[in-house]
């Protein structure tokens, strides 16, 4: 009999095309885990667990908190699926915890918030040992305006602006209830906590807060590009090396 079986995954995505699998590429998170569960679930070639996420990262994001679910049929206990897993995935993939959950537990539609981090970093010194999860910057961005300039993106708003995809059919209306930006000595830390974030959305909020950081725009701006819904008056999408899913909220 089937169980459905919660997820909680880590994983550095400097090497992979992100989460959700790819007709193209083998390099993707989701690719990676669905073959392993499906050889330990003993399924023929050609048939493939699916292994539904929280949400999608994108090529070179980064993750310590994401969640997913999925449906299988075997006698292991959690802890076996877990050791199995972690055995065969590659170094930067980790399955951190494996629970029996509700047989109706979606960690997609279920998820009720999650928390991104994005970091900055700008000093003499490189920084050699976090240099895959940090965007190094050619200058010191003003971070007391940054923090007056994400007051305007805090609420719940159409983010039309800060989406990359033009095409998006679905509303673009997104609650995001907090922004907070911190220094501690060369890295800046931001934190962006909503119930939903669409294409590339923080690191496009991120790229723009960056803008006024540097003294291009103007912390009321943030708030006109808002309400203008063009994506092309936003700032750049930041690096996707600095972004980082912290935590699913459920």
């Known amino acids: 009999m089937k169980k ?110 999650k928390t991104y981090c994005y970091t900055c970093y700008y000093g003499a010194a490189k920084p050699v040992f976090d240099r895959k999860y940090v965007n190094v910057l050619e200058e010191m961005p003003d971070v007391e305006k940054m923090k007056k300039a994400a007051e305007y993106l805090v609420g719940t708003h159409d983010y039309k602006s800060y989406c990359s995809n033009p095409r998006m059919k679905k509303s673009t209306v997104r609650c995001v209830d907090s922004i907070r930006i911190s220094q501690n000595g060369p890295y800046i830390h931001l934190y962006f906590h909503g119930n939903g974030f669409l294409q590339n959305m923080v690191r496009i909020m991120t790229g723009t807060l960056l803008e006024v950081g540097f003294g291009r725009m103007k912390p009321e701006h943030v708030g006109e590009i808002l309400e203008a819904g063009d994506r092309k008056l936003a700032g750049p999408t930041a690096k996707p090396c600095g972004l980082c899913l912290e935590q699913v909220d459920y």
């Not at 048939?47 to 075997?74: C, F, P, S, W, Y």
């Not at 699926?81 to 047989?103: G, H, K, T």
């Open 4 to 113: 459905n079986y919660k997820l909680l995954i880590s994983y550095d995505g400097t090497k992979y095309q992100g989460w959700e699998h790819q007709p193209t590429t083998d390099l993707t998170i989701q690719g990676k885990i669905e073959t392993v569960l499906s050889k330990m679930a003993g399924l023929p070639e050609g048939k493939v667990l699916d292994v539904i996420a929280a949400g999608r990262t994108d090529a070179g994001v980064h993750a310590k908190g994401m969640v997913a679910n999925v449906q299988i049929e075997t006698e292991m206990t959690p802890e076996q699926i877990q050791s199995y897993a972690n055995q065969y995935l590659p170094e930067d993939i980790c399955i951190d915890e494996v629970r029996i959950a509700a047989d109706r537990f979606h960690a997609r539609y279920n998820a009720t918030g």
